[in-house]
């Protein structure tokens, strides 16, 4: 017999694990540059549009399926479908699930690059502030394999101790620092020269910034980044929902996450835009960005080695917070699959993890001769094709579908999951938005998305 699901000791467990799940790379790392990439304020605005209409009803769907499921992904879909229907729900979400290790793949290397600059940082390495040091890391397989390494055995030592003893108990502190520091920097990125050029370009819709592809690729670009950054549509949010008690209603819990992840990812950007500005860099310059900008912008602080290790050190702390609800995701499914014990589920994963992430570092290097999307491609852009892109949406669609069609949970009985407990209530009046309207945008978006990007 199974032993009885943990669950939070705290409501603020549960917030911050669930937003720490939420707040990381999608908001520090990915959220600039895809803005940058997409024109800026026009960028922000609709992404803003996607996270109300689009991922708040999302978000609490994948709660509500965790909380009632008392299981992973697959296993929700298949204690909650419909006894009268022989569709196997269950099978497709397998599939679906696959998008938390592909995404682990590449966010155990890019959270080994920032464990990696917070270490040149604390050594007060002077080759840290030059444009060349990143692109150094990227071709050394053994520096990158050796942080990446350093960060997934950080994440399994975590998990081993459960969800009370050790994981809600990280978060707690890794947010509560992240967001004292990020403060600081905002404050201090606001006072240089120029910055509100920076913030201008970052807040104030512009239809003159759209690029090549139009509203279609902007729409598609925000919807992916708002889907990346919630984690919805392959489990990650689920998982959380599991661990939580009845006692409070979801929509509330819900805003609170929203929020927290939606002042990281302002905050990031009203970091690095305002000092793009005051040094002349392209805000479209792609995922190195936050590597070039932000050592320019220490160098020129009083302390810049302190600063910037212990901006290095949060803004791993953000990434590692992911790392570790996406981890706790994939050891559960282990626990719940297999019937395995922690221990042996948290070390096969881990092992799994470290010989996939491979892939991603050997891209940059050994492997650099493989573009699989094209000239000048990596592997890293092919794993955030695979899980932004497509599994991310389509999660998203099957999940939608599962909870307002009669031959899956049912809106009636996902409108009673979310509700039930103190709290704000999900309107029920919105149930036709959520069975007809979400579905088709989100697999609109997503088809037009495709054709652009083949074009």
């Not at 050394?140 to 942080?147: D, E, M, N, V």
């Not at 979801?250 to 939606?262: N, V």
């Not at 995701?329 to 470290?354: P, Q, T, Y």
């Amino acid at each position: 017999m199974n032993e009885p699901r943990e669950h939070f000791a705290s409501r603020l467990g549960f917030i911050f694990m669930t937003a720490g799940c939420a707040i990381g790379l999608g908001n520090i790392w990915r959220f600039p540059y895809v803005a940058g990439e997409n024109g800026g304020g026009l960028f922000v605005l609709i992404y803003f549009l996607c996270l109300l209409f689009f991922g708040i009803p999302v978000l609490l769907m994948e709660l509500s399926l965790g909380r009632a499921g008392q299981s992973t992904y697959p296993g929700a879909f298949a204690r909650l479908k419909s006894p009268a229907t022989r569709f196997p729900w269950h099978r497709p979400a397998y599939l679906l699930f696959t998008g938390n290790l592909i995404l682990l793949m590449f966010y155990t290397v890019v959270t080994g690059w920032l464990f990696f600059y917070a270490f040149e940082f604390i050594r007060m390495n002077e080759k840290v502030y030059s444009d060349g040091h990143f692109q150094n890391l990227q071709a050394s397989p053994g520096t990158q394999t050796l942080f990446m390494l350093i960060a997934l055995a950080a994440t399994v030592l975590i998990c081993l101790g459960g969800i009370r003893k050790t994981v809600e108990k990280s978060i707690k502190y890794m947010m509560g620092g992240l967001f004292v520091l990020l403060l600081v920097l905002v404050i201090h990125a606001l006072c240089r020269k120029g910055a509100m050029e920076g913030v201008k370009f970052f807040l104030l819709p512009d239809t003159s910034t759209l690029q090549d592809g139009g509203w279609i690729k902007l729409i598609h670009a925000a919807m992916a980044q708002a889907f990346f950054t919630l984690s919805l549509g392959i489990g990650s949010i689920a998982i959380c929902g599991s661990y939580i008690g009845r006692e409070r209603s979801l929509l509330q819990e819900g805003f609170w996450i929203i929020l927290l992840d939606t002042v990281v990812a302002v905050s990031a950007g009203l970091i690095i835009f305002p000092n793009c500005m005051a040094y002349g860099i392209d805000p479209g310059a792609g995922p190195e960005l936050i590597f070039i900008t932000l050592p320019r912008v220490f160098m020129e602080m009083t302390g810049g080695f302190f600063w910037g290790a212990l901006f290095f050190i949060f803004l791993a702390v953000a990434a590692f917070s992911t790392l570790v609800a996406v981890f706790e995701n994939i050891a559960a499914f282990g626990m719940d699959e297999f019937h395995w014990s922690r221990r042996k589920s948290c070390l096969i994963a881990g092992v799994i993890l470290a010989l996939t992430s491979l892939p991603c570092i050997f891209g940059f290097n050994l492997w650099r001769d493989i573009q699989p999307l094209g000239e000048g491609s990596t592997i890293l852009d092919l794993e955030d094709f695979i899980v932004s892109s497509n599994l991310l949406p389509l999660g998203a669609l099957y999940l939608t579908i599962f909870c307002t069609a009669a031959s899956g949970w049912g809106a009636e009985n996902f409108f009673r999951e979310v509700n039930t407990g103190k709290g704000l209530h999900f309107p029920v009046w919105m149930k036709n938005y959520l069975k007809f309207v979400i579905p088709v945008i989100i697999a609109l978006i997503w088809l037009l998305g495709l054709r652009e990007f083949f074009k």
